[in-house]
C-alpha cells in the first residue's frame, strides 16, 4: 500500500509564497508521475502541475510562470514552490502518484488547504 503525505499548505497574502511537499511511502516503482492537484470550493479539482521520474513537467496555464514543480527520486519526494500567488489559488492541494508498472495504480493524499487573502 502506499501513502502520500503533504504539508506546507497555510495562509498567505496575495504576492506571497508557499511551499508544498509530499513524501510519498510504500510499494513504488519507478516510472511513474507525482504531481498536484486543487480543488476550490464548489469547482471541480484541476490538475496544477506534474513531473515523471524523468524530469519532465506539465503545468497548468493559470500557474505557468509563477510555480515550480521539482521532485527527488530517491526519497520518492516532490514539491511545489508557489510564487506570486493570487486569491484564485485558494483551494485544497492534493499530492497525486500515478504508474502503469507493474499495473496500473493512483493514489492521492488527504489534502492541504491554502488560502491566499488579498
Known amino acids: 500500500q502506499v501513502q502520500l503525505v503533504e504539508s506546507g499548505g497555510g495562509l498567505v497574502q496575495a504576492g506571497g509564497s508557499l511551499r508544498l511537499s509530499c513524501a510519498a511511502s510504500?510499494?513504488?516503482?519507478?516510472?511513474?508521475?507525482m504531481g498536484w492537484f486543487r480543488q476550490a470550493p464548489g469547482k471541480q479539482r484541476e490538475l496544477v502541475a506534474v513531473?515523471?521520474?524523468?524530469?519532465?513537467?506539465n503545468y497548468a496555464d493559470s500557474v505557468k510562470g509563477r510555480f515550480t514543480i521539482s521532485r527527488d527520486n530517491a526519497k520518492n519526494r516532490v514539491s511545489l514552490q508557489m510564487n506570486s500567488l493570487k486569491p484564485e489559488d485558494t483551494a485544497v492541494y492534493y499530492c497525486?502518484?500515478?504508474?502503469?508498472?507493474?499495473?496500473?495504480?493512483?493514489?492521492w493524499g488527504q489534502g492541504t488547504q491554502v488560502t491566499v487573502s488579498s
Open positions: 497525486y502518484l500515478y504508474g502503469d508498472y507493474p499495473v496500473r495504480y493512483d493514489y
Open positions: 513531473i515523471t521520474s524523468g524530469g519532465s513537467t
Open positions: 510504500g510499494s513504488i516503482f519507478s516510472g511513474n508521475v
